[in-house]
């Protein structure tokens, strides 16, 4: 899910989204703290554990039509999975054009998942930190839809790693420009970026006409985040990014106030003419005689 555009999420409770200014609210969202952030193939739905996916090189050449024309041939050696609670249009939905390019498990109610879970129910935010996790465990999503959230049984999606995405904006045609409001596909992406693995987001975004779109909308926030050590630099770091967001938009307002005030000035050009000091003679035609 996620964030999070369209119409899933890889969630950030913070949602912000705000873009700038909209989160965001990987934004909407209400006011964000680090902690309420994110709320933000091989089908196999059968699957009881997430421990039983095995790495799969994807296909190239299927399902492509909107993603770029050349799809890095790359492997992701780990599980990458998801909740998928069918919310959402099937022609837009991210998570299942995953799974149809092979490149998520569908993974069954209830089922337990030994990696990261990017979810809105998490109390921590995903930090560089939580690399090894990923690389040991894989790295899961929910998909399910912005609007039907309180739908989600989110008790029985199982997971000793729940995290947080922190402050990003969504590309995706659904969400354009939403901060918080990222889709399965760039949430994954996120994470995978975050954590140093850039080959593995660009495989997950190249299905997408958007997907090349992603990073550098996000590079400065992501390589911000990437310079942190665990969790709590990464939640300094975006509550730091948010008070700069806020003061451009204040800026950005009062030189808009400015710019009407200017308004409010005559324009020389149209200036009525200058009163004369004579008196006003008669006309030829003014009679003086009295009544």
Not at 28 to 47: E, I, M, P, V, W
Not at 189 to 216: I, K, Q, V
Request: aromatic share 6%; charged share 25%; glycine share 8%.
């Amino acid at each position: 899910m996620s964030t999070r555009h369209d119409g899933n999420m890889a969630k950030g409770k913070h949602s912000g989204s705000s873009t700038g200014r909209g989160r965001g609210r990987s934004g909407g969202k209400k006011t964000r703290t680090a902690n309420t952030h994110t709320r933000r193939g091989l089908l196999a739905s059968d699957l009881s554990s997430a421990d039983d996916v095995e790495p799969r090189i994807p296909p190239t050449d299927e399902g492509n039509d909107e993603g770029s024309s050349t799809v890095p041939d790359v492997l992701i050696p780990i599980p990458v999975a998801m909740w998928d609670f069918d919310q959402c249009d099937p022609r837009r939905c991210s998570g299942k054009r995953l799974a149809r390019q092979h490149l998520i498990t569908e993974l069954r109610i209830g089922s337990r998942f030994r990696g990261i879970v990017l979810s809105p129910n998490a109390t921590q935010v995903l930090s560089p930190a939580d690399k090894e996790i990923i690389d040991k465990g894989g790295l899961a999503v929910v998909e399910c839809s912005w609007a039907r959230l309180s739908e989600i049984p989110f008790s029985k999606i199982a997971s000793p790693h729940e995290r947080l995405l922190p402050y990003l904006v969504a590309t995706n045609p659904t969400n354009y420009g939403k901060p918080w409001r990222l889709n399965c596909a760039e949430a994954l992406a996120a994470a995978f970026y975050l954590t140093g693995h850039e080959d593995w987001a660009e495989r997950l975004l190249a299905p997408f006409g958007w997907g090349s779109s992603f990073y550098p909308v996000n590079r400065h926030l992501l390589q911000r985040y990437r310079t942190c050590d665990d969790a709590a630099a990464v939640t300094k770091v975006q509550e730091q990014i948010l008070v700069e967001l806020e003061e451009t938009y204040e800026a950005a307002r009062g030189a808009a106030d400015d710019n009407n005030n200017d308004l409010l000035v005559a324009n020389p050009n149209h200036a009525p003419p200058p009163d004369s000091d004579s008196e006003p003679s008669q006309s030829d035609g003014e009679s003086t005689a009295q009544p």
